[in-house]
């Protein structure tokens, strides 16, 4: 239960998490930090038409990327 937990203890708990939670709850958090803000969600539309207009990455592209990704532990 985090309610009621100090900044020590949540670290502590942090701590205990396999790496794969950890990377997971520091992608939550830096989304959180950004996810009401204006600049983020232009740049989120901004990305999405440029997917939408051809620009985005191919398959092989992704692949690549999901292997190294997959190589680093990620």
Do not use: C, F, N, P
Request: glycine share 6%.
């Amino acid at each position: 239960m985090l309610v009621g937990m100090s900044v020590v203890e949540l670290k502590e708990q942090i701590q205990s998490l396999s790496a794969e939670d950890k990377v997971y709850l520091a992608a939550w958090l830096k989304h959180l930090s950004r996810v009401d803000a204006t600049s983020h969600q232009a740049e989120l539309k901004a990305r999405l038409d440029a997917a939408r207009d051809g620009q985005g990455h191919s398959l092989e592209q992704l692949e690549r990327i999901h292997a190294s990704l997959t190589a680093e532990g990620m």
